[in-house]
């Protein structure tokens, strides 16, 4: 069953001529300031507008902030004093992200309900027991809960109901029955499965178990489809042309974009480094001359490794923390001494020490919004100062631990400073990826074989090769 545009609550508000009010002063600082409760200055805009229900003016409340994770949103609100109706939703104001994003989560108890999730306009939600699905762009974005979600839903299929039962009284009672098995779901008398994909990779679900791994939760980052950048108004990358073979392994590229931060006009600089016992890889970094944040990231310059490798460092020695390391988008990290683990694509692809990518993780989990402030339960945030506590040990040699790189692709590389003889302190294990790995690759739809053949009996078929399936 689908629920379409109907689950919309209904416009924010037609805006009308604001009435006259006194001078402001020019805001100082970004426009988008990073979201907290001890910001007094970070205050919503409010704009007069028409209620679309009464017809009245009401008031519409806009707020321009920053959060981990999904970057700028615009979060807005609606209400009316006369007739009481009220709206609430989120516009992303950042950049749709390199890959789309899918989050699998297993509901099996009431305080998963409570999970804080962020669904925007692009996002699909999918509830498989149910047969049920939002599709994408028929809900305004909403920073919500998971029962928030489910009430939303409710509130849009119970909206047209009366009209329904006086025209089409046998759907009326179909969609009756549906509503009571979506309120039963809210008391999760037996677990279900809410599954939130959003090509743009701006939607987010909570770990509440941060920095621990949530084994409810799955997150599957994904090339996105030419029809889902149609969906989303990007343009479908055309065929290249061949370019001359040239040497860069002494050139420095230079090209022009936009800075993640401010979107002010950058230069990144590309370049392609030879690892000694590894593999060539291609390191990016962007420098913002307006206002000097640095970004650098690393790809890999060659293919997918016929099988998956997996790194086990013994920390032992404080000397081990700059032992150089290459961490691929592809590649997950735990740390089993502190029950840790970091996921695929999170952090992106990074070429540091061992000591900087520590730091990155700290900084990761410390400054998650949804474990800090009025967001955070009681004990989190003693949870993630212990945690922190026993990181600053680790860098500082004085916890022995294990530090376990996990890359599908075989792409990651950490320093054998013993080379070429082998690491006391270091385990290279290589191993056969399954079928979910392949998935998670695009590998499984790949067809490296006989591909020569098909496109000659195309060709000698009188038939477009760009049509013919391999």
Known sequence: MSAGGALDSGPLGVAAAPSPAPAQPPATGPLFR??????????????????????????????????PFFREIIVSSFSCEHCGWNNTEIQSAGRIQDQGVRYTLTVRGLEDMNREVVKTDSATTRIPELDFEIPAFSQKGA??????????????????????????????????????????LKQVASPFTLIIDDPSGNSFVENPHAPQKDDSLVITHYSRTVQQDEMLGLQAEGQEEKLEEEDLRNEVLQFNTNCPECNAPAQTNMKLVQIPHFKEVIIMATICENCGH????VKSGGAVEPM????????????DMTRDILKSETCSVEIPELEFELGMAVLGGKFTTLEGLLKDIRELVTKNPFTLGDSSSPGQSEKLQEFSQKLDQIIEGHIKAHFIMNDPAGN???QNVYAPDDDPEMKV??????????????LNDMRTEGYESGLSLCGSAGLPIASWEL
């Not at 009430?151 to 009571?180: C, H, M, W, Y």
């Not at 490798?309 to 032992?316: A, D, F």
């Open 308 to 319: 998956g490798t997996k790194i086990t460092l013994h920390i032992t020695d404080p000397s």
């Open 143 to 184: 920073l919500t809960t998971i029962e928030g979600l489910i009430n939303r839903a409710i509130s849009g299929l119970e909206q047209d109901q009366p009209t329904r039962k006086a025209s089409e009284e046998a759907i009326a009672e179909r969609i009756d029955e549906f509503i009571v098995k979506l309120k039963e």
């Open 429 to 442: 294990e290589h191993y056969k990826r399954t079928f979910d790995q392949n998935e998670e690759l695009g």
């Open 412 to 414: 990651s590389y950490l």
């Open 34 to 67: 990073p979201i907290s409760a001890e910001d007094e200055e970070q205050q919503p805009t409010e704009i007069e507008s028409l209620c679309m229900n009464c017809y009245r003016n009401g008031t519409t409340r806009l707020l321009l902030t920053k959060i």
């Open 294 to 297: 640095r970004t650098n990231e």
